[in-house]
């Protein structure tokens, strides 16, 4: 068997395609790995990572980094922003009997990236080409080949097997032709990082959302460079405006004033607007092409659930690739993958998060009231509360997943 046959590309160094690498080279497979950046990029967007994610990067010996570098929170809770009143409060303590990771850990994705890279680069399977551009995919019935744009030029690679980790606008995915189905949001969503210190001033959690008819709001808390770390707000930009008008200094302290009003000025960190998606890949295997993480789905990040499948869509691919490359499994397996993940993404991940968009935004009071209520008597109850994590914390998709068989339609 020649090295290509043994050898998986991979296009995208974000943390999914890093995470892939890393399990992949741990079987002893070897990986060929090409980012278009000069080098990983120091991306303020996923921090939040749940417990079913904890138990698969606890797994390659990443959790305790990630504690000490990010913020071990076990907590999240949801408030009314017009009455100030907090709903109800959630503690992934339930989830004891669960996952040996009861809690969230808010690691900047990064920070996640960059530990993976520490490992990734003494493991001599794995070949990393950064400033590298997939732009062709080509495949036959005993390989696939890439053609990568570089700094010398263009020049093929071939391997057995390329997942495309390449991001929401995946070459991999458009040269195969599979379909991105779903929708985009009319509104983009603004996210303000600032120092200002909200859990002391108005006792948030780490974790809060905050429910409102007018301008709803997500409030977390990150390590940065920290302690004392800083705090990120997210709320829904109004679609008539145009980027100036919604960055300005002056829009972005009116936000924040009117978020919480405070006698000085807001220090901003960072302040960045997001085109937002709810879309999934009609396919996620086409011959030997798998497509991973926000290449095979992307959605609203209102529950953190985007980067947290990617890394279970990295998981779980790792180990069936091992299984068909080393064990001679049945392909079949890879099929398995995508039916997997693809449904996860549809049934939990598609429908939670629109499911928490439609419930912080809700306008009807009386389906405002309703929601609340309904929320404020879950989180009273400590087994329709566990229940609640469970799904929230990804187990119950997790869960579901491990439970298919290939008998099972695709959705
Ligand atoms: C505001 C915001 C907050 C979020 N918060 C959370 C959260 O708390 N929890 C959560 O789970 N998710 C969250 N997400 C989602 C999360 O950021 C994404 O799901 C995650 O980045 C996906 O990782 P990825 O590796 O699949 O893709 P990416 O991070 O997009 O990485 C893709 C990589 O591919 C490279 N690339 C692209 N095209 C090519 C090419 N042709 N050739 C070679 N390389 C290429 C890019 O340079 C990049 O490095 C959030 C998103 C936003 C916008």
């Given at each position: 068997m020649s090295l290509e046959d043994r050898r998986v590309l991979i296009a995208g160094g974000g943390p999914v395609g890093l995470f892939a690498a890393l399990l992949l080279a741990r079987q002893g497979l070897r990986v060929r790995l090409f980012d278009e950046n000069d080098?990983?990029?120091?991306?303020?967007?996923?921090?939040?990572?749940?417990?079913?994610?904890?138990?698969?990067?606890?797994?390659?010996?990443?959790?305790?980094?990630?504690?000490?570098?990010?913020?071990?929170?076990?907590?999240?809770?949801?408030?009314?922003?017009?009455?100030?009143?907090?709903?109800?409060?959630?503690?992934?303590?339930?989830?004891?009997?669960?996952?040996?990771?009861?809690?969230?850990?808010?690691?900047?994705?990064?920070?996640?990236?960059?530990?993976?890279?520490?490992?990734?680069?003494?493991?001599?399977?794995?070949?990393?080409?950064?400033?590298?551009?997939?732009?062709?995919v080509m495949q036959d019935g005993s390989g696939v080949a890439v053609t990568v744009r570089g700094p010398q030029g263009d020049a093929r690679h071939r391997g057995a097997w390329l997942i495309g980790a390449d991001g929401g606008r995946s070459v991999v995915r458009h040269q195969c032709g599979i379909e991105f189905q779903g929708f985009t949001w009319p509104e983009r969503f603004i996210v303000l990082t600032t120092p200002f210190d909200f859990g002391a001033a108005r006792g948030y959690c780490p974790?809060?959302?905050?429910?409102?008819?007018?301008?709803?709001?997500?409030?977390?808390?990150?390590?940065?460079?920290?302690?004392?770390?800083?705090?990120?707000?997210?709320?829904?930009?109004?679609?008539?405006?145009?980027?100036?008008e919604l960055m300005s200094d002056a829009a972005v302290e009116a936000r924040l004033q009117k978020f919480v009003p405070r006698p000085g000025r807001y220090e901003i960190a960072h302040r960045n607007l997001y085109v937002t998606h709810q879309r999934v890949a009609a396919?996620?295997?086409?011959?030997?092409?798998?497509?991973?993480?926000?290449?095979?789905?992307?959605?609203?990040p209102i529950g953190g659930m985007g980067l947290n499948g990617g890394l279970q869509d990295a998981a779980n691919l790792a180990e069936k690739l091992g299984q068909v490359m080393l064990n001679s499994a049945s392909d079949?397996?890879?099929?398995?993958?995508?039916?997997?993940?693809?449904?996860?993404?549809?049934?939990?991940?598609?429908?939670?998060?629109?499911?928490?968009?439609?419930?912080?935004?809700?306008?009807?009071?009386?389906?405002?009231?309703?929601?609340?209520d309904e929320l404020r008597v879950i989180a009273q109850d400590p087994d329709r509360a566990r229940q609640f994590l469970l799904r929230s914390s990804m187990i119950a998709a997790q869960r579901r997943a491990a439970a298919m068989t290939l008998d099972e339609a695709d959705p």
């Amino acid at each position: 068997m020649s090295l290509e046959d043994r050898r998986v590309l991979i296009a995208g160094g974000g943390p999914v395609g890093l995470f892939a690498a890393l399990l992949l080279a741990r079987q002893g497979l070897r990986v060929r790995l090409f980012d278009e950046n000069d080098s990983p990029q120091a991306d303020p967007r996923a921090a939040t990572t749940h417990p079913a994610t904890l138990e698969l990067l606890g797994a390659a010996g990443l959790v305790e980094d990630m504690a000490r570098i990010g913020l071990v929170a076990p907590i999240f809770q949801f408030w009314d922003r017009p009455s100030g009143s907090l709903v109800g409060e959630f503690d992934h303590a339930l989830l004891k009997d669960d996952t040996p990771y009861p809690t969230v850990i808010q690691c900047e994705q990064f920070k996640t990236a960059a530990l993976i890279l520490e490992r990734l680069r003494l493991l001599p399977e794995v070949e990393m080409f950064f400033a590298h551009q997939v732009t062709q995919v080509m495949q036959d019935g005993s390989g696939v080949a890439v053609t990568v744009r570089g700094p010398q030029g263009d020049a093929r690679h071939r391997g057995a097997w390329l997942i495309g980790a390449d991001g929401g606008r995946s070459v991999v995915r458009h040269q195969c032709g599979i379909e991105f189905q779903g929708f985009t949001w009319p509104e983009r969503f603004i996210v303000l990082t600032t120092p200002f210190d909200f859990g002391a001033a108005r006792g948030y959690c780490p974790r809060s959302y905050f429910a409102d008819p007018e301008e709803w709001c997500n409030c977390f808390k990150v390590a940065a460079d920290g302690p004392p770390g800083l705090w990120r707000t997210v709320y829904p930009a109004d679609p008539a405006l145009s980027d100036a008008e919604l960055m300005s200094d002056a829009a972005v302290e009116a936000r924040l004033q009117k978020f919480v009003p405070r006698p000085g000025r807001y220090e901003i960190a960072h302040r960045n607007l997001y085109v937002t998606h709810q879309r999934v890949a009609a396919s996620f295997r086409h011959g030997r092409v798998l497509l991973a993480g926000d290449a095979a789905h992307v959605n609203n990040p209102i529950g953190g659930m985007g980067l947290n499948g990617g890394l279970q869509d990295a998981a779980n691919l790792a180990e069936k690739l091992g299984q068909v490359m080393l064990n001679s499994a049945s392909d079949r397996l890879i099929d398995l993958y995508g039916r997997q993940r693809r449904r996860v993404a549809i049934e939990f991940v598609q429908e939670q998060s629109i499911a928490n968009k439609n419930r912080l935004e809700a306008r009807d009071p009386a389906m405002r009231r309703r929601n609340l209520d309904e929320l404020r008597v879950i989180a009273q109850d400590p087994d329709r509360a566990r229940q609640f994590l469970l799904r929230s914390s990804m187990i119950a998709a997790q869960r579901r997943a491990a439970a298919m068989t290939l008998d099972e339609a695709d959705p």
